[in-house]
């Protein structure tokens, strides 16, 4: 079935490093989100992109999407220990539901 | 708080019984999603009701169903319950039919099964 990969599956930095985490798809998506889940959360929708090539800022995030449309990538500049959760893209699946990634859990060392 | 009301939070039972969790989508948003997610696990899909209509089934067990009334509200009914039950089940919703709609989560069930 169709899938989204996401990697890493985890990702420790000291506070102030950057950080990435990136989706691929094998399939063309119509769109892609990203979400956050603090831990003992639940996931809070932080962005969508639609079109090819786009990239979307918000503060020290920056979220990108391929020019195919089959990838997508979440950067954070300077992580601060506010940034600790596991991000998770979605992107849309061929029978129009969202299909999620695994998610890249993220610590950040103070 | 993302409008979207799940209840119980908490729910311990044992091998074998049947539990019905509930979802209270945000108001106006008419699609109402399950999701499943296990220790350490992503988001499991498990299925999607449109305006009272089923949309989109993912890996949904067969003793799981779920209907979502009149109301828009939604009920996910788990039976014969296994250990490998135990997880967080998190229902969203979302004011179109189609993937481009952003999800806004509940704060989830969390099924303990002994």
């Known amino acids: 079935g169709q899938q989204v990969m996401q990697i890493p599956q985890y990702q420790h930095v000291q506070e102030g490093e950057d950080f990435t985490t990136y989706c691929n798809s094998s399939?063309?998506?119509?769109?892609i989100q990203w979400y956050k889940q603090r831990p003992g959360g639940h996931p809070v929708f932080l962005i969508q992109l639609v079109k090819s090539g786009e990239v979307k800022k918000q503060k020290r995030l920056t979220f990108q999407f391929g020019e195919a449309k089959k990838n997508s990538s979440l950067h954070i500049t300077a992580t601060q220990t506010t940034d600790v959760g596991t991000y998770f893209c979605?992107?849309?699946?061929?029978?129009?539901?969202?299909?999620f990634g695994k998610g890249t859990k993220l610590s950040v060392k103070p | 708080d993302s409008g979207v009301t799940q209840t119980p939070k908490h729910l311990i039972t044992a091998t074998g019984q049947r539990v019905t969790l509930r979802c209270s989508p945000r108001?106006?948003?008419?699609?109402v999603y399950w999701y499943q997610q296990s220790l350490d696990q992503g988001l499991q899909f498990l299925i999607q009701?449109?305006?009272?209509?089923?949309?989109a089934k993912g890996n949904i067990l067969e003793r799981f169903s779920a209907q979502q009334f009149p109301d828009l509200h939604s009920e996910l009914n788990l039976s014969s319950l296994e250990l490998g039950d135990s997880a967080l089940y998190f229902c969203?919703?979302?004011?179109?039919?189609?993937?481009?709609?952003?999800?806004?989560f509940g704060n989830g069930t969390r099924l303990t099964v002994t």
């Open positions: 979605a992107g849309g699946g061929s029978q129009g539901n969202l299909i």
């Open positions: 399939t063309t998506l119509s769109n």
């Open positions: 108001s106006g948003d008419l699609s």
């Open positions: 969203a919703s979302s004011v179109g039919r189609g993937d481009n709609s952003p999800l806004h």
């Open positions: 009701y449109y305006n009272g209509e089923e949309r």
